[in-house]
């Protein structure tokens, strides 16, 4: 067994503190904004211009103007506030949100990160991603432990075109948790995922990492 989706992002939201300002990316990230713990106060920020966005409508409900970084119909709040591209990236690069979750396509030990492009495909740019691991004070990726031939994204060095180098602070993929000390440039896995053990996670991961599971 493993994570799923669901126990990703929920992972992920225990890493939200009461007050905290957070960007979530594309993918599994955006499953956070309907996990934020009842009683606590997360303001969510969207590249494209919105402060205190809500959960995700339902079926039905949609509002096509409201929109995430990712085109997903989203809900604003009472205190929601609007704003251009330039203004919200301004809070970004200025340092002032305190968490983003993002997803991946490899980590490696010293906490580098690819996750905008494969070579040969198709792609319109880098987005915000590499704004956010630059200017956000930490940095949650989230993502699949191995790709669909079983290889591990979970790496020595990245292979892809990097997103920032020595941005990550905490992976989590369907396997379990690592935290990555950048300035040691080392990942030490503090948890397993429900049903996996440590020989099958040390299997499927090509990066070295320390163990200190809590």
Same mark, same amino acid.
């Given at each position: 067994m493993a994570w799923t989706r669901d126990d990703m992002a929920a992972r992920a939201a225990k890493e939200l503190r009461d007050g905290?300002? $957070?960007? /979530?990316?594309?993918?599994?990230p955006t499953l956070v904004a309907n996990m934020i713990p009842e009683g606590?106060?997360?303001t969510l920020q969207s590249e494209n211009g919105m402060l205190g966005m809500g959960p995700f409508p339902f079926e039905g409900e949609e509002d096509a103007d409201l929109i995430n970084a990712g085109k997903q119909t989203i809900t604003d709040l009472p205190q929601t506030s609007y704003f251009s591209s330039a203004d919200s990236f301004g809070m970004i690069r200025g340092g002032h949100i305190n968490l983003s979750i993002l997803g991946g396509m490899e980590v490696a030990e010293n906490g580098d990160l690819a996750n905008w492009m494969v070579p040969g495909k198709m792609v319109k740019g880098m987005g915000g991603a590499m704004d956010l691991v #630059?200017? !956000?004070?930490? $940095? $949650? !990726?989230?993502?699949?432990?191995?790709?669909? *031939?079983?290889? *591990?994204k979970v790496k020595k060095a990245c292979s /892809?075109? /990097?997103t920032g180098k020595g941005?990550?602070?905490l992976l989590i993929t369907d396997l379990g948790v690592f935290e990555i000390d950048k300035q #040691?440039?080392? #990942?030490a896995l503090?948890?397993?995922a429900r049903g996996v053990t440590l020989d099958e996670i040390t299997a499927k991961t090509e990066a070295s990492f320390s !163990? #200190?599971?809590r």
């Open positions: 905290f300002y $957070v960007n /979530l990316g594309i993918g599994i606590m106060t997360v #630059a200017g !956000v004070k930490r $940095v $949650v !990726v989230v993502m699949d432990h191995c790709d669909r *031939s079983g290889a *591990s /892809l075109p /990097l941005v990550v602070d #040691a440039g080392r #990942a503090i948890e397993l !163990v #200190a599971l």
